[in-house]
Every structure is written in C-alpha cells, then in structure tokens.
C-alpha cells in the first residue's frame, strides 16, 4: 500500500520504533522461503530456548487436544505446521518487544492483550469457517492489528493517557484524537509491520480495520476477517452488536453461529495467554449478553423482509425496463444486490431451433464468451436442459455421478470459474424463457440453499417481463394500418413500445400480487 506523504511525515517523526529480533527475522525469512525444511525451521527455534519452551508447551496445552505429549522442536514444527508455528513465534516475539512497556491509567496494558489475543482467535474461526486458505494468518495479524496503540503510549505517554481519559466514554472518537498526535493507530500499526517486510495484504488488513462496514462488503478475506473480529472482541456490548451484524452482512452468519465462535474464544482464551505467557484480564464493563435460541429466527424473519422489499424494488426496476436488453441487465442487478452473486450467465430459449443461447449483457465480460453457445433442448444431459424440463433448480453438487455432466455444464463451469453451477429456470404462463445459471463454490452455494424460494420468485418475474415483452412485440408486428383510427395514434403505439409492455406488467403484478395475499 501506499501511505500519504504528509502521514509519512508524520510516522517518521516517531522516536521509538520497535525492531523484531534477529532470530525471529530469520525464521520468518525461512518459513516463506519454498525451499525452506522444517529441519531448518527447528534448528533455527531451537537456538531461543524461550520461544522452544513457549512452542512446545502450546503444542501439548488443551489447545490443541493432544493426546500424545511431543517432547521436541522437530515434532512440534511437523505437528503444527510452518505457518502455525510462525504466527506462534512472531506473537510471542512481539509480546517479548513490549513486556517492559508499563499500565498507568488509561492504558492497561493486560487489557489490551487479552483484546489482541481474543480478536486473533476470533479471526482464525472465521478463517476456518470461511475456509480461508491460511487461517493462522488471521490469529497472527488479529494479534498485530492494534499494535499501533502500544506505539503511540510509548511514544507520547502523557498526551495519549489524556486522549483515553477523556474519551473514556466515547470510544469511537479516540480514532480521531489519535490523529491529533500525527496518526493513529491502525495507520501506525500497518505502517510498522510495512517497516517489518509484512506482505501488502496483511498491511492493508491492519489499515483498515476501523473503516466502514460499507466499504468491508468489497475488501479482500484477512481485511474481513480481522475487522469482525475486532468489533466481537470489543469491551464494549453496543460493539460486539455491530459485529454480529457485520458477521451477518459480510459473511451470511447466523447470530448463533458468530455467538457460538465467542464462546469458544472465551473457553480458548486463557489457555492460549498461558501457553504463549502472556498475562491477560478480561474488561469488566462488558454489557453483551448472548441471546435466546429464537433471536435467530428473529433475525432471518427480518433479513426475509428485508429480502422481499428488495425484491420489489427489482420488480419495479423490470416494469420500467424498454427493452429485453435492459430486463435481463435489471434481472442480472438484482441478483448481485438480492444474494450477492458475481458469476452470472443468462440463456434463452428460442423455439425455433428449440435450443438455449447465450445472452451477452454490456460490461460483463463472461458473457461475452457464450455470445455463440448452443444448447439444444435435446441434450439431456446438459443440468440447463433438465433444469428448463422439468422447471425446477438443478445444481453440480448435488448431483449423482450418473449420467455425467455434459460438455456444455463442464465449459460453462470453466467460464465462470467457480466450483460449480446451479441453474434457475424462466418459465411464464407455460412458456419457457430461458434460465439463469450461477457460478457457486460449495460454501456459496450452500449460504445460498435457504434463498432458493426467493431466487426462484426473482427468476419468475423477470420471465414474466419478458413475455410480456415478447406480446408487445408480437402485437406491435400483427397491427394493421386500416384498423387504426388515425394515424397519429398509430404514430403514438408504435413509436412507444414501453408503454404496451408497462402496462401488461403492471395488471400482471397486481394479479400476482393477489394471487400471493390469498
């Protein structure tokens, strides 16, 4: 990343910097390195008869459940893993850095430990969940990510003492106070592990971890992670509200799955701060209290209305669509802000060749590569073909391995670049339209199961639009110029298409729409 020269100026202003030890440096360098053994790895921690003490008595600790005592370096490097036993060094490395710095007023620094070392398991459950590639990742760098706090109390003690205590009660203005100092503390910590060689992702991670859970809904995986963990590890109940709903918004979680992750950080806790001999305490002002099992169903009752208005509002979006065009872009926006979809191939049915062909939208560069893809309706094996005969929702991974996938499912899967597909069909007043195919990974598809209802319900009007499309269209062609009255009326009808369509829409919808209330 890039920081502002004028924040430069200001970081370099900074009297203490920290420096990690050499030996740390020198693992780091070689657990990255391709080449790097794990021989090589336990020779080098074996020369730090501490950090062997802390790495072994982690690896036998109830964190990890082990049955079997391993008594050296090279099991535990092969038991744990290179990445596990990096995060575990540069931890408690960087906890060796600090150990002298004192708690005064304002600044506990027991406290702070036991948020750092709370958010890091929280972001390597989520991690884990997310099925993140290296979840020892998140545990390292939810425990870095405030590391910019202990930098501003060492170097400005008594200013930064001054900010706490008058913010004490508004902690969300403490971000802004800090920057009254020359910066604060996410911009400092993502600064220092940039002083540290830490890859461009896990500084970024750091960075932005206080942004807005606006701009979270786009930011990569480890930037995600440590900034719901850092709201669920908070001292502050309001606080850990907001990342149950940031859970929700960013990664799907029910609240009794996010709750559920903070329990086990509770049960985890100790014994990790005892292993690595960090000395935590726990806030005592925590005013979070986990819910009944029905604030579940509480919370889905309220995403499905949520869900249903906006639905509607694409609903609205279709009947003020000009052309077919325009209804399958309006259809393909709703499916992205609805279910967060980004993997998205439309086909429609064309009765005279009795096949699917591929729709190409503007901007949307897969679709391009169908532009000339024919289905026909008679290869059977193809999970489109079945999906618009039988007008239900097939999908890749659900299916047996007989028959196998047909030659047009593997190429739209290799399109899209996903795991799988699964495929929604178009059908209006027995007509078949066409279908909708969606690139998934497992874990998409399976956060996606309980919208299908709904899916399905966005797939049937935008069908609907565009059969009411096509009559317009057909009627428009079949008018003739001694039925019209004048030819200014005429003029008016064929010159505004939409207007015929609209129309038919809208009785359409209130039609649906008492159909649904009844």
Known sequence: ?????????????????????????????????????????????????????????????????????????????????????????????????????????????????????????????????????????????????????????INFPEQYAALLEKRKDSPDLILAGETQLGANHAEIGAWVLDKWNFQHEIVNAVFSHHHSMFSMLTAPPLAQFIYVANLLSSESGQKIKEGLTASQKIFGFTQSIAEEFLRQADNELQTMAESLNIVIEPFKSNDFEYSEDDREKEILLTKEVGDRSLLLSTVQNLLAATDEAAIWGETSQGLQILFELTSILFFAYDPESSSLRGITLPDAVKSEKIKDMVVPMKMEKSLLIECLQTRMITNSFSRSTAPAPGISDKQIVQILAKEGIACIP?????????????????????????????????????????????????????????????????????????????????????????????
Not at 78 to 92: D, E, M, R, V
Not at 434 to 445: P, Q, Y
Not at 447 to 462: G, R, W
């Open 426 to 518: 178009m059908v209006a007043y027995g007509e078949k339209i066409g279908v909708i195919v969606l690139g998934l990974d497992l874990l998409e598809f399976s956060s996606l199961e309980p919208q299908i209802k709904l899916l399905q319900m966005l797939a049937d009007q935008a069908a609907v639009a565009i059969r009411v499309h096509h009559l317009g269209q057909s009627q428009l062609q079949h008018i003739q110029p001694e039925r019209v009255v004048t030819a200014s009326s005429m003029d008016k009808k064929v010159n505004n298409p939409p207007s015929i369509i609209n129309s038919c829409l809208k009785k359409l919808w209130v039609k649906l729409a008492r159909t649904d209330t009844a």
């Open 1 to 153: 990343m890039h920081f502002d020269k004028s924040l430069l100026d200001k970081l370099t202003s900074i009297k203490y910097l920290p420096t990690l030890p050499h030996i740390l440096l020198q693992l780091i360098k070689t657990c990255n390195a391709e080449s790097g053994s794990l021989k090589e790895i336990s020779r080098i921690i074996e020369k730090d008869p501490a950090l062997t003490s802390r790495i072994l008595k982690l690896v036998n600790s109830a964190y990890y459940s082990k049955n079997n005592k391993i008594g050296n370096v090279d099991g535990a490097v092969i038991f744990l893993g290179t990445n596990a036993i990096k995060s575990i060094a540069i931890c408690s490395s960087v906890h060796e850095v600090f150990q002298d710095v004192k708690s005064r007023a304002g600044f506990n620094l027991k406290h702070f430990w036991w948020h750092s070392l709370k958010c890091a398991i929280l972001a390597k459950s989520i991690a884990k969940k997310q099925k993140f590639h290296d979840p020892e990742e998140a545990f390292l760098f939810g425990m870095l990510h405030d590391i910019g706090k202990i930098i501003l109390w």
